[in-house]
């Protein structure tokens, strides 16, 4: 079964951390570009973060650079992001997303920032 099962949200205070993960199943993991993904709400979903199949090139939005890290072991069909010095504007479901489908979405996982 193809699938992307997201985890690692929940609640963090401004200045805070956490580190998503989304498990990738049913494709070769390592052939194919991930992306993060969130949706505030009353919003559009919006990119975060994206890798290249190797790890090797990265982008992010410009409103997470120098605090979002994206990552991804293939041997563990594991994507990361790695999310520092958190605001409240971070609140969001946060997804993953892989170039092998562009209808393939997990549940996604709430990350909600606040004091």
């Known amino acids: 079964q193809v699938q992307l099962v997201e985890s690692g949200g929940g609640a963090a205070q401004p200045g805070g951390s956490l580190t998503l993960s989304c498990a990738a199943s049913?494709?070769?993991?390592?052939?194919?570009?991930m992306a993060w993904f969130r949706q505030a709400p009353g919003q559009e979903r919006g990119l975060v973060a994206t890798?290249?199949?190797?790890?090797?090139?990265?982008y992010y939005t410009e409103s997470v650079k120098g605090r979002f890290t994206v990552s991804r072991d293939n041997d563990k069909n594991t994507l990361f992001l790695e999310m520092n010095n958190l605001r409240p504007e971070d609140t969001a479901v946060y997804y993953c997303?892989?170039?092998?489908?562009?209808?393939?979405w997990g549940r996604g996982t709430q990350v909600t920032v606040s004091s």
């Open positions: 997303k892989s170039s092998y489908s562009n209808d393939l």
């Open positions: 049913g494709f070769t993991f390592r052939e194919y570009a």
């Open positions: 890798i290249n199949a190797r790890g090797s090139v990265k």
